[in-house]
Nanobody
Framework: QLQLVESGGGLVQSGGSLRLSCTAS????????VGWFRQAPGKKREGVSC????????YYADSVKGRFTISRENDKKKVYLQMNNLKPEDTAVYYC??????????????????WGQGTQVTVAS
């Protein structure tokens, strides 16, 4: 059974860093696209970054480009989101997601069928 579990969230001061982890089970991580998404209270879920299953290419939303880095350790079945220079507007619940039919680089949430439970990131000003 395909399962994703996020960890690494917490409270950090503005300008600080966090590394989120997404641990996969039930599927071969390296073959499928894995995305990171976030949802702040009262806002729609938005795509943050992804790493594709086809060639490992990455994609970032403009709001995080240059500050966030996505990476993957296939042998550990983990995908990471390194977040640097965090801002209060990065505060949200962060989710990782994948889909067994998805190998392209995309952060369109409607294309992802399997989601983790989320981890809270709070950036204090």
């Amino acid at each position: 059974q395909l399962q994703l579990v996020e960890s690494g969230g917490g409270l950090v001061q503005s300008g600080g860093s966090l590394r989120l982890s997404c641990t996969a089970s039930g599927f071969t991580l390296e073959y499928y696209t894995v995305g990171w998404f976030r949802q702040a209270p009262g806002k729609k879920r938005e795509g943050v970054s992804c790493i594709s299953g086809s060639d490992g290419s990455t994609y970032y939303a403009d709001s995080v480009k240059g500050r966030f880095t996505i990476s993957r350790e296939n042998d550990k079945k983990k995908v990471y989101l390194q977040m640097n220079n965090l801002k209060p507007e990065d505060t949200a619940v962060y989710y990782c997601a994948t889909d067994p039919h998805l190998i392209i680089a995309t952060i369109r949430p409607e294309l992802f069928g399997s989601w983790g439970q989320g981890t809270q990131v709070t950036v204090a000003s």
